[in-house]
């Protein structure tokens, strides 16, 4: 396919949570296609995430500001920064709210990506969202064997041997 893109773009940033202090942490690949260095002021913006399959629950307070001046080389460059959010809203499962995050240079979009604020981690052998304890239900049994003996020799029973060593079957 060809897709269509301005002369500096960013594709597939990498957007962390950081509940603690209510910002989130942006690792964004931009290339300048100019055969020359450019100096770029990049402005990031946060809103509800829109869509015909989607509407936010609630509403989500926008963010916009400026995030990072500087010369892009030309090719691939890697800017990261951190941009506080006005009165997050966390992601979760009663109220998945998601954010649209869009990236700009000198004004003109440059990049987008969609996120909920969460995060996810393990504490031992319980999974934690936004540090509180959820449960997953559903069967982790592939076969009967598997069940019996903990214990199949397939490529395909790995993930399950492992979620065996970690005690959860």
């Not at 015909?52 to 926008?62: C, D, F, L, N, W």
């Amino acid at each position: 396919w060809i897709e269509i893109a301005p002369p500096i773009y960013s594709r597939r940033a990498l957007i962390t949570s950081d509940l603690k202090n209510g910002a989130i942490k942006v690792a964004a690949p931009i290339v300048n296609t100019f055969k020359e260095k450019r100096s770029v002021v990049l402005t990031a913006r946060t809103s509800g995430w829109q869509s015909s399959r989607y509407q936010t629950p609630g509403s989500v307070t926008e963010t916009e500001e400026t995030v990072w001046r500087g010369e892009l080389a030309p090719g691939a460059n890697q800017v990261d920064f951190t941009m506080r959010l006005d009165d997050p809203a966390e992601w979760n499962l009663q109220a998945p709210y998601l954010y649209h995050f869009q990236l700009f240079a000198d004004g003109e979009l440059i990049g987008q990506e969609r996120f909920g604020f969460r995060e996810f981690t393990t504490s031992g052998s319980n999974f934690l969202l936004n540090g509180k304890q959820v449960y997953f239900t559903g069967s982790l049994a592939k076969t009967e064997s598997l069940l019996a003996t903990g214990k199949d020799t397939s490529d395909k029973a790995k993930p399950w041997q492992t979620f065996n060593r970690a005690g959860f079957m």
